[in-house]
């Protein structure tokens, strides 16, 4: 297993410049998310998923959509790219409900300049 | 709202030194703690999840306890090596939001100097 997959690593983008952040993973794991981490903030939950079609906003979501066509994919956009959007985001994967081991990826280095 | 809070920030120690990491949160109505560790440029790697009916997990040298009604758990490491340094972070997967949700700590940075 590959486990949980980010793309790209590193990603420089301009004020105002939209991208996609992906992410898969091949578990089949119901319950997927999206985090951003920030010095002095640690991990703050962006956008999760409990199935395909199914999604939820957390604690930062603004600036972010995301979508689930399928299980294993959950991609997160930035519309309007600010420079307060410059971070590390995590993904992660886990079973749905209590007391499953989350399952992280590698990353995306996102810097907006 | 749960408040996940680790103390210290960072920690320098000898190697072979038995040292631990301290970790608490606000609100005890928990279904799990888990410890995490981060290498730097890397994602999080799961070390230990204690389900809120346990008192303590352990793994190898590492070893873990939750005092859910004080709020607090604490991650051991017996003989500690150069490759133990990393960041670790503490989460809890809490009642008051749905599922999986996990609410971090900060981190402690841990080095082990040779």
């Known amino acids: 297993n590959a486990g949980v997959t980010q793309t790209p690593k590193f990603q420089v983008l301009k004020t105002g410049q939209s991208m996609t952040l992906q992410c898969a993973q091949d578990?089949?794991?119901?319950?997927m998310s999206w985090y951003r981490q920030d010095p002095g903030m640690g991990l703050r939950l962006i956008h999760y998923?409990?199935?395909?079609?199914?999604?939820d906003q957390g604690e930062v979501p603004n600036g972010y959509n995301v979508s689930r066509s399928t299980t294993e994919d959950f991609p997160l956009r930035l519309l309007s790219a600010a420079p307060s959007q410059t971070s590390v985001y995590f993904c992660?994967?886990?079973?749905?409900?209590?007391?499953?081991?989350?399952?992280f990826g590698p990353g995306t280095r996102l810097t907006v300049t | 709202k749960q408040e996940v809070t680790q103390i210290p920030a960072a920690l320098s120690v000898p190697e072979g030194e038995n040292l631990v990491l301290n970790c608490s949160f606000t609100?005890?109505?928990?279904?799990?703690l888990q410890w995490f560790r981060q290498d730097p440029g890397k994602g999080l790697t799961s070390l230990l999840l204690i389900q809120s009916s346990q008192r303590e997990q352990t793994s190898g040298r590492l070893n873990a306890s939750l005092d859910k009604s004080s709020g607090r758990s604490t991650l051991y490491i017996a003989a500690s090596q150069p490759g133990d340094s990393a960041t670790y972070l503490c989460?809890?997967?809490?009642?008051?939001?749905?599922?999986?949700?996990?609410?971090f700590g900060e981190g402690t940075q841990l080095t082990v100097n040779p």
């Open positions: 989460a809890v997967q809490s009642k008051e939001t749905s599922g999986s949700r996990l609410t």
């Open positions: 992660a994967s886990s079973s749905w409900g209590a007391n499953y081991e989350q399952y």
């Open positions: 578990m089949n794991h119901e319950y």
């Open positions: 609100d005890s109505a928990i279904y799990n």
């Open positions: 998923s409990v199935g395909a079609g199914i999604t």
